[in-house]
């Protein structure tokens, strides 16, 4: 009776240790299993990388939906629709030139919530010229809203521009509600 009180006990650590093991998401190798991102993440994921390259602007606008919406809280413009988004950003404009690095922002933090399909991009704007004059860095927050399509239908920036001369003459968004 001992000998089988001690295969019971034996086989139950073996059970355990298994269960433990398989719950933590651990392989029996002891390397932890990856999780595949969701539609709306690998999305996200590459609209950011297509923004930081900031190469193909037709690429970079079919992210958003024809009737997206934008509001640049700092500055106070607003857009109501996927042309007016496209003159908005228009990288042609400008002659922009990236100063530090290639990319045109750093990103610090993604928070993204699959079931109300938005998501929270933080990070930082690289130093760059304008029409000849430096700019930046600047922070930012930008909130996306994006449709049962995976396109962008709502647009939140708030961005730290500096200088202030910049936003002269923009709408106090703060003053109207949603």
Known sequence: MRGSFKTHVFLCLILLITMLTAGCGLTPSGTQQTHHASKLQQHINNYIATYQARQDFEHFLSYYADDVQLEDMIYGFVVKDKQG??????WSAGNVQILDGEQTFILD???????????????????FT????????????T???FNSDNKISYQQDWINYRPLTLTDGGSNLNLLSN
């Open 109 to 127: 933090e993604v928070i993204v919530n699959e079931q109300q399909r938005r998501a929270v991009i933080r990070g930082t704007y690289v130093r």
């Open 130 to 141: 304008y029409e000849g004059r430096e700019m930046g860095p600047w922070r930012f927050t």
């Open 85 to 90: 988004l496209a003159e908005f950003f228009n």
């Open 143 to 145: 909130v996306l809203h």
